[in-house]
């Protein structure tokens, strides 16, 4: 019922800019929160950005002052501005969203996008 499809990325120059789109669909109670995490080899994910339903945001120390996450929380739509990319932002990015199934936000599940591949290199 709930769909979250991942978009953006490809091949870019160091300093260049892209952006990472996240379009959620179907039936969601609340949606929460939605963000980005990018795979780190050998390790679990690392949170890159993420946006809450108020407004609030957080960003990751390595990209702070080079991406800008926004979100339409009607629309159920997130994007991911990044700027001065540098070759250690070449991963694969992974979109997901944070909703509630009931009137509780304890009661919450997370649905991922499929992974959108950045590549920054000369």
């Known amino acids: 019922q709930v769909q979250v499809v991942g978009s953006g990325g490809g091949l870019m120059q160091p300093g260049g800019s892209t952006r990472l789109s996240c379009q959620a669909s179907?039936?969601?109670?609340?949606?929460?929160?939605m963000g980005w995490y990018r795979q780190v080899p050998g390790k679990l994910r690392d949170l890159v950005a993420w946006i809450a339903s108020d407004g609030h945001t957080y960003y990751a120390d390595a990209v702070k002052g080079r991406f800008t996450i926004s979100g339409d929380f009607v629309g159920r739509s997130a994007n991911l501005e990044m700027t001065n990319l540098k070759p250690e932002d070449t991963t694969t990015y992974y979109c997901?969203?944070?909703?509630?199934?009931?009137?509780?936000?304890?009661?919450?599940?997370?649905?991922w996008g499929q992974g959108t591949q950045v590549t920054v290199s000369s």
């Open positions: 179907g039936t969601i109670f609340r949606l929460n929160a």
């Open positions: 997901y969203i944070d909703v509630s199934r009931a009137d509780n936000v304890a009661i919450q599940v997370r649905y």
